[in-house]
């Protein structure tokens, strides 16, 4: 049996390690059109690797794919990130835990991510071509023929398609009668003109809401101030959650920030109420907010420092709690963040059978990874769903 992989990322590596693994008789080859292999794992998490995340309960941990939550639960439940812990601990890989969830090799370099799975690799006896572009690939009476780039024309019994977002892979992907959703960005950061906190970057708060206007998703979590605008997991969950959205509106929206998500209206009302005394209204520490985003907050809703607090009118009071509450910005256009993006779209899910990863228009045809409609928020469940879909794609290719 010969199994041919395509694309030398963390999906089509791994997907081939467990076909190999699965089938120890079978050839399994993998093609990777550049010089490098794992070349987004290498740079991934700014060079650490950011392999997986401590959510250990498949049905929280789906919550975290804007797209592929329902199709994932299954999938999870065979190998989740608790499983990948074990793989890379069982060869060796030391890893810790961040206090945000997130896990990484001990050594802080994905260096040594990608020694664990090419290691792996020559151990099983997976052979890899570089620079080994497929050109076209063909479904015959048997099997599949391949063209790849400077190379004799190939023959396989099955194929898994693991070229991540290149649109090459999507037309391979179409021509087995495949939808493809549109791809748009992931995972971006929201700028705004003239943005009033700019004097403020690099203050953060540890857990604010997050919406648009017209949108339909609230998120929460950390929210970083920077020169341009806002960033932090929190910005980075919402622009996933209304990525197609936001592509729709050319990243034109307004945004409403929630300062305090743990304070009720009426109860932050009672606060400010209850602490009037002699002092003015920019010294007062009544909420944890940083104590400059306080004072920026207090100008926004027109309330000079200067002003004691026992003099705040009703209006004024009011006002300060929109400011906490339903502080409004105008977004208008996003940048790259360059710690993790991803791409939402890819291919329609609603074709592939997810207990094996296998197309359910093409017999023999695999997918795995972000080839497909499913991407994660920041945090390392978008290597997730490569190192699960991908063993799930190379097990079942194997049978
Ligand atoms: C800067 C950055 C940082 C990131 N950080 C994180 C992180 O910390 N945590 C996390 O979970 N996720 C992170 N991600 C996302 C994660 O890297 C991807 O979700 C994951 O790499 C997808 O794996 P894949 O194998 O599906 O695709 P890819 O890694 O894109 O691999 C696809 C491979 O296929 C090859 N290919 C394409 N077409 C062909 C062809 N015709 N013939 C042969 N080969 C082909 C490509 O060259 C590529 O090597 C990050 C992404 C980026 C860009």
Redesign the pocket.
Known sequence: MKIVI?????????ASLAAKEANPGAEVLV????A??????R????G??????ACFDPRMLVRNYPRGHKELLGPFHRFQPQDTVNWFEQRGVALKEEGDG?IFPVSDSSQTIIDCLLGEAEKLGVVIKTQ????SIRKGEKGFDLK??KENDLHADRVIL?????L??WD?AKGFGHTVVAPVPS?FTFNIPSFPLAGLAGVSVRQAKLKLADGKFEEAGPLLITHWGFSGPGALKLSAFEARFLAEKNYEAALIVDWLPEFSEDWLRGLIEKSRGARQAGSLRIVPLPASLWKKLLDRAGIPQTTLANALSKKAVFQLCESLKRDRYQVKGKTT??????TCGGVALSEINFKTMESRRAKHLFF?????DI??V?????????WT??LLAGRAAAE
């Open positions: 395509i694309g030398g990322g963390a999906a089509g590596v791994f093609l990777e059109r550049t490098k292999l794992l070349s987004k794992v740079i991934s998490g700014g650490r690797c950011n392999v997986t995340h997130r080994s572009k497929l050109q790849i780039s693991a070229t991540g977002s290149a090459a892979g391979f995972l963040n360059k710690e993790e993006f991803v795995c990874g972000e080839i497909l991407d994660g920041t945090g390392g469940f978008n290597f997730q769903n490569a879909t991908g």
